[in-house]
Structures are given as C-alpha cells and as structure tokens.
C-alpha cells in the first residue's frame, strides 16, 4: 500500500462514526458524524452541523451568567461524548463560567 493509499484508508476508517447527540438548546436528539479524532477529544471548531429543530450549533450552547444574569453561547466542545466540560467569560460583565463534569 502506497502512502497515499494508506492515508486514504486512514481517512475512511475514521470519518465514519456515528454518535448520538442531545441538542444543548433544546434537548433534541439525532445522530451526527464524528471523526475518531473528535470522538476521543473535542469537536473540530470548524464544524457547522445544527440542531435540526432549534438550529442551534452542534457543540455550542445557551447559557446564562451566574454574576450578572445575560444569557450568551458558550462552546461545549465535549458535548458529544456526553461531557459537560465548558468554560468561558460573559462578554457582557467578563465574570468566568465554567462548568465542570463529573467524568
Ligand atoms: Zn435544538
Ligand atoms: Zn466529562
Ligand atoms: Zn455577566
């Protein structure tokens, strides 16, 4: 097998995943594709799959600031494999949100 050929099967080996996921929005399940990559780490950031009820991005989330109560996305980018992990900083106060899993 060639270089080329070898990289080929490597990528089909590992574009054809499938897991189920909950919409962080809506609750709204379905299946979507991961990578092997992405189903042992997080999402490719480039990723534009949507909820296909609330259009809402696969990996990303409404949340709401605990200091000053806006609501704004936060990425979750181990939703998929059913962990809560995200962090980030409310663009209206800066306050940090994090939210940590219990896996
Ligand atoms: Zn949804
Ligand atoms: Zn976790
Ligand atoms: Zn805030």
């Not at 050929?5 to 594709?33: F, Q």
């Not at 979750?76 to 306050?95: E, I, K, L, M, S």
């Amino acid at each position: 097998m060639t270089v080329r050929e070898n990289a080929k099967a490597e990528l089909t080996r590992a574009s054809g995943m499938k897991v189920d996921y909950d919409c962080v929005k809506c609750g709204h399940r379905w299946a979507i594709d991961v990578t092997e990559t992405e189903f042992r780490s997080s999402l490719d950031p480039s990723r534009v799959y949507a909820c296909p009820k609330c259009a809402q991005r696969v990996g990303t989330g409404p949340v709401r600031c605990m200091r000053c109560g806006d609501g704004f996305v936060l990425e979750f980018p181990y939703w998929h494999v059913h962990c809560d992990r995200a962090g980030g900083n409310c663009p209206a106060c800066g306050a940090r949100y994090a939210s940590l899993c219990i896996c």
